[in-house]
């Protein structure tokens, strides 16, 4: 019989300051508000808004009886030098069963079929234990950040803080995995260093990127380097959005507007792929007021009804693209998806920035406004036998959708 994950239950777990190697220990934290603020922000020196303590400490509120996270400071004679961030998820038989099912024929076992007959008659208990190193929301490599002499050091640091969370969570005899995301092949995504360690890889959509040329001052000036299709392709979008009124929304605008944003944020989401965990109602509102510099929200109204939105960071080096929302009935008339796109290039171009990062989905309608992708991989470990028969179809299930690039761009004679 198959045992199924305990529920979450929140203890202090590990000692401070826990040995890993030489003079490296480390201390994990189950509540954002535990973890001291002077030595996280030491740690990280502003290396990385996605592990910021202001944007974690929002994503904390984000929690749930199904949704845990776990916050690791990584020290070198007690001086913060890293840190590694986890999210724990309960996953329900429900949502694993349509995946399982269409590998049972394949599998041809007995452990399959008691499988199989467990999801059906308990699909609303929780049957997996997903642990996270990285974060789920975002897209990227934002699990951990470290400031160590050597990526050897990182990895061996990482590898061993993923054991003793493992350990920490009971995954041991569970029907479980552990995940880390997201790599740039070029970067930590080495897989010489992850299979050594019995990590499963696999890749996910790929990151899409627009690198702007550096002599924009408007959108036209980018359009002008646009094929004649692409660039009448861009004016038809643009003349379609052109009746709508965009507003940029202030921390008060935000607050009013929540109901609003969440139902169209809802509608995008349930359009997903993979429903991993729904954002509050509060959630702009509460990022706004954490990062009232970088993060933004604009927003497009027909007369007084708001029919999208498109929330974004402005980093250091370039604009993020975050959570969208739109009005999925109106999208076609309006080109309100497309027209959240060119928004984000507007905003570059506005700041000064000449990279934007349009995260993972729609590929192929990304490249038509210059997006290039950028391969993203995962690393998975099963924790026993019966996890790794869940990790075939789930795996399967996260594998790029097949899609055609296009390049909007002029050929060069």
Same mark, same amino acid.
Not at 174 to 182: C, R, T, Y
Not at 304 to 326: D, K, Q, R, W
Not at 361 to 383: F, N, R, W
């Given at each position: 019989?198959?045992?199924? #994950?305990?529920?979450?239950?929140?203890?202090?777990?590990?000692?401070?300051?826990?040995?890993?190697?030489?003079?490296? @220990?480390?201390?994990?934290?189950?509540?954002?508000?535990?973890?001291?603020?002077?030595?996280?922000?030491?740690?990280? +020196?502003?290396? +990385?808004?996605?592990?910021?303590?202001?944007?974690?400490?929002?994503?904390?509120?984000?929690?749930?009886?199904?949704?845990?996270?776990?916050?690791?400071?990584?020290?070198?004679?007690?001086?913060?030098? !890293?840190?590694?961030?986890?999210?724990?998820?309960?996953?329900? &038989?429900?949502?694993? !069963?349509?995946?399982?099912?269409?590998?049972?024929?394949?599998?041809?076992?007995?452990? &399959?079929?008691?499988?199989?007959?467990?999801?059906?008659?308990?699909?609303? /208990?929780?049957?997996?234990?997903?642990?996270? #190193?990285?974060? +789920?929301?975002?897209?990227? /490599?934002?699990?951990?950040?470290?400031?160590?002499?050597?990526?050897?050091?990182?990895?061996?640091?990482?590898?061993?803080?993923?054991?003793?969370?493992?350990?920490?969570?009971?995954?041991? *005899?569970?029907?479980?995995?552990?995940?880390?995301?997201?790599?740039?092949?070029?970067?930590? *995504?080495?897989?010489?260093?992850?299979? #050594?360690?019995?990590?499963?890889?696999?890749?996910?959509?790929?990151?899409?990127?627009?690198?702007?040329?550096?002599?924009?001052?408007?959108?036209?000036?980018?359009?002008?380097?646009?094929?004649?299709?692409?660039?009448?392709?861009?004016?038809?979008?643009?003349?379609?959005?052109? !009746?709508?009124?965009?507003?940029?929304?202030?921390?008060?605008?935000?607050?009013?507007?929540?109901?609003?944003?969440? /139902?169209?944020?809802?509608?995008?989401?349930?359009?997903?792929? %993979?429903?991993?965990?729904?954002?509050?109602?509060?959630? %702009? #509102?509460?990022?706004?007021?954490?990062?009232?510099?970088?993060?933004?929200?604009?927003?497009?109204?027909? *007369?007084?009804?708001?029919?999208?939105?498109?929330?974004?960071?402005?980093?250091?080096?370039?604009?993020? &693209?975050?959570?969208? *929302?739109?009005?999925?009935?109106?999208?076609?008339?309006?080109?309100?998806?497309?027209?959240?796109?060119?928004?984000?290039?507007?905003? &570059?171009?506005?700041?000064?920035?000449?990279?934007?990062?349009?995260?993972? @989905?729609?590929?192929?309608?990304?490249?038509?406004? !210059?997006?290039?992708?950028?391969?993203?991989?995962?690393?998975?470990?099963?924790?026993?036998?019966?996890?790794?028969?869940?990790?075939?179809?789930?795996?399967?299930?996260?594998?790029?959708?097949?899609?055609?690039?296009?390049?909007?761009?002029?050929?060069?004679?």
């Amino acid at each position: 019989m198959f045992t199924i #994950c305990d529920k979450i239950i929140a203890k202090n777990k590990f000692k401070p300051h826990r040995k890993l190697f030489s003079y490296y @220990t480390f201390s994990c934290f189950e509540d954002i508000n535990a973890v001291s603020v002077n030595e996280w922000n030491e740690a990280i +020196n502003d290396k +990385n808004v996605f592990l910021s303590y202001n944007y974690l400490s929002v994503v904390h509120k984000q929690e749930s009886e199904n949704f845990r996270f776990r916050y690791v400071i990584v020290y070198n004679r007690k001086k913060p030098v !890293g840190v590694v961030y986890f999210q724990i998820n309960d996953f329900s &038989a429900s949502l694993f !069963g349509e995946l399982v099912s269409m590998q049972i024929d394949e599998l041809q076992s007995k452990r &399959a079929s008691m499988f199989q007959k467990y999801i059906e008659h308990n699909e609303h /208990e929780t049957i997996m234990r997903l642990v996270t #190193c990285g974060n +789920n929301f975002v897209s990227g /490599e934002h699990g951990f950040y470290l400031d160590v002499n050597s990526k050897k050091t990182t990895f061996k640091i990482v590898e061993g803080i993923i054991d003793c969370v493992a350990r920490a969570e009971k995954l041991r *005899g569970k029907i479980s995995a552990i995940l880390v995301k997201d790599f740039y092949e070029e970067g930590f *995504g080495d897989k010489d260093c992850w299979y #050594c360690t019995k990590f499963l890889h696999f890749n996910v959509e790929p990151n899409m990127i627009i690198d702007l040329p550096q002599d924009l001052v408007t959108l036209t000036d980018y359009l002008a380097y646009f094929s004649k299709k692409y660039r009448n392709r861009a004016k038809h979008i643009l003349k379609a959005s052109s !009746g709508l009124t965009k507003k940029r929304l202030s921390v008060e605008g935000i607050s009013k507007y929540s109901d609003r944003l969440d /139902e169209l944020y809802s509608q995008v989401f349930e359009h997903a792929k %993979f429903k991993l965990a729904h954002l509050s109602k509060n959630y %702009f #509102c509460e990022l706004a007021k954490a990062h009232p510099i970088d993060f933004y929200i604009d927003a497009w109204f027909l *007369g007084e009804t708001m029919v999208s939105f498109a929330s974004g960071f402005c980093l250091p080096n370039e604009v993020e &693209a975050h959570y969208i *929302g739109f009005d999925y009935e109106l999208n076609k008339e309006y080109e309100l998806y497309q027209t959240i796109l060119y928004s984000y290039i507007e905003q &570059a171009i506005a700041v000064q920035k000449t990279q934007i990062n349009l995260g993972r @989905t729609a590929s192929e309608i990304k490249t038509t406004v !210059g997006a290039k992708a950028h391969d993203l991989m995962c690393y998975i470990k099963p924790q026993n036998t019966v996890s790794k028969l869940i990790m075939k179809p789930f795996m399967q299930f996260l594998q790029p959708s097949a899609w055609i690039p296009r390049n909007p761009f002029k050929e060069e004679e």
